[in-house]
């Protein structure tokens, strides 16, 4: 069973999430309980539905690592589809004109956020 936190409650602190690194939480989004992940990529932090748009998949699944061998995308870890870190959009030409369901996150004085007004922090 699952218990709602506040709307901006702390996801975690800012080292917890270190460069080309992903940290996964459970929101409810809409309502529903959801996977969600953040990933740092050139020192910023994004957050995503933690839903892969070619299966219904965590993008972490199969092993922790999100990111591609040259750290330049995000890489589901089941089948390979890529995502653009800063947008979620897919680079995959299987998957083209998908995105990542993105989810706004901040950063401040050490510490992540959320602060998507579609979602919660689900503990
Ligand atoms: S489920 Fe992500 S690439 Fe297939």
Redesign the pocket.
Known sequence: MSTVARPQAPICPSQDLAELGSHSFQVLYRGVQREAILVRFRGVAYGYLNQ????P?R?DGEEPGVFDEAGGAIR??????TYKPETGECLSEICAGKSLTPLRVEEREGVLYLTDKRARLAV
């Open positions: 892969c748009v070619h299966m998949r993008l589901c870890t089941m089948h390979g589809i």
